[in-house]
Structures are given as C-alpha cells and as structure tokens.
C-alpha cells in the first residue's frame, strides 16, 4: 500500500463527506429510517457512503471494502481491508448535537493501522499520517491539500486523578461501576469516535466500551490513538483488540493510554 497515496485519497473522501453531510444537516426536517440491527439511518448516511465506497473503489479496486451501509459488504473474509463507517454517531446527528464523525480506516494482518476521523460539525479533523503518526490537522481545510499539522500523543496518566471518556448516548450501571473502579478527576461524556480521538490527544486517558460496537464504529479511531501511542484491549482479558472478525462485532474493549493500571472486570 502506498500509504501517502491513501491518506491523500481518504483524507479528501472525508471531507467531501463531511460536506455532504453538513448540507442535510442543516436541514430542519431530517428523515429517519430504522434498520434490521435497530439502529438507525438517514440519508446522510447514504450520501456519504456512496461517496467514499465509489472513491475508494477508483482508488483501490483491488482491496477489499467492509462499509457499514451496505450488507453485501458484510460478508468479505479478509485480514487486509478498508473499511468505513460514514457516519458514525447518527444518534447525535439526529439530535443535533454535533459529535458525529466520518471514519475511513485501512486494517492491515488484523490491525487498523491507518485511519482518518473527521467531525465536520466540530471543526476537527485527525489522521495518520504516511508515516503512521498520528496528526491533528488544524482548520480550515482544503481537500486538494494537506494543512498544517500537530502531531498528537497520548498523555502520562495520573492514575490518582484520571481523564475519563465515555459514550454519550450508550452509557449504562456496567460501565459507571468500571469507571467507579479508578480515581477519575474528569468525566466527559462524547459521541462517535472521537472518543478514541481524545485519548490520542491527550485530552482523556481512559474510554471503556461495554456495549455493542461493530468494527467500522471503531477502526479509524482505534488507528489514530494507535498512532498517537495509545491501546486498545479485549474488556475481558486485556488482549489487543483484533479486526477482520467474522461479523465484524467487537467484543467489550478498553482504549487507553499505556502506563495506564487497567482494572479487571467486577464479578457478577
């Protein structure tokens, strides 16, 4: 893989998204459809897939593509893919509240090692760059060209006064009494992957997800925070988070930065 090549290509395709989902954004009515898991989809979510799926096609038409809006997809067996989750956060979208993020990974022998997440309604976009160092570039952005970048790393924990993250629309007792487990200075609540993208920052040491997550909801992220030099582990064992599972469901996971004294789970 030409790994400048690829940023190049996702980068831009993320922000076209972005854009496309922006403009229906500030619409004032936004139809809502629910899917066959439940969950639910607009057509931004379309838009922006067939966005990205048709340029990562052209681009790449000989690897493999997992995306979230299109079952067909579901179905590939690989350990080498792209996958793509165009709109994550939908929940927050609908609601308009604003923490919904473009994700376009590249998982390479099981691991997400390059990814872009763009959160048009926040301003804020970060990547890996070629090199594989996470980035966070600063607005506005121009997607024929790559603007100046900071690059980012996780923080040294203070395990007597932890940044925690959580989700903001799936939070539950279980994941209240695993945060219970630590010293926490910090509680913030966030939606999408940019959870994952304010570990990498520095902005927070711990996320905890005991819930239900797919591997399109979490691969850029997961690229970027290991970019940055952060983890994310099995909930249960604390075994490196895997990709190209079949199904592509993740179990329960933990993003961290490392030095970071992970608790086990509680006994039931």
């Known amino acids: ?33 629910t899917k066959s898991d439940d969950s639910p989809v607009t057509e931004a979510d379309e838009a922006a897939d067939a966005l990205i799926s048709a340029g990562l096609r052209a681009a790449f038409p000989d690897m493999p593509l997992v995306t979230e809006e299109q079952a067909d997809s579901h179905g590939v067996s690989a350990r080498t893919f792209l996958i793509v989750d165009p709109l994550d956060g939908t929940k927050e979208f609908v609601q308009r509240r604003g923490d919904f993020t473009v994700n376009i990974a590249y998982v390479e022998d099981g691991r997400p090692i390059r990814g872009v997440v763009y959160a048009p309604a926040r301003g804020r976009l970060f990547y890996t760059d070629a090199a594989g160092v996470a980035v966070e570039e600063a607005a506005p952005f121009d997607p024929a060209r790559r603007g100046e970048g900071r690059p980012l790393k996780v923080r040294a924990p203070d395990e007597d006064a932890l940044l925690v993250v959580a989700s903001k629309s799936h939070r539950d007792a279980a994941t209240d009494d695993y ?18 993208c304010l570990v990498a920052s520095g902005e927070a040491d711990l996320y905890p997800r005991l819930g239900r997550t797919m591997e399109w909801d979490t691969a850029a992220g997961h690229a970027v925070l290991a970019g ?34 992970l608790k086990r789970p509680q006994a039931s």
């Open 1 to 33: 893989m030409d790994f400048d090549a690829l940023l190049d290509v996702t980068r831009r395709l993320a922000l076209e998204a972005g854009d496309a989902i922006m403009d229906i954004y500030d619409r004032p009515d936004v139809a809502v459809r």
């Open 179 to 196: 945060i219970g487990q630590y010293s926490v200075a910090d509680l913030v609540s966030a939606g999408s992957s940019l959870k994952f």
């Open 228 to 261: 940055a030099g952060g983890r994310v582990v099995r909930f249960d064992d604390h075994a490196a988070l895997d990709y190209g599972k079949e199904g592509f469901a993740n179990p329960f996971f933990i993003a961290h930065a490392p030095g970071l004294s």
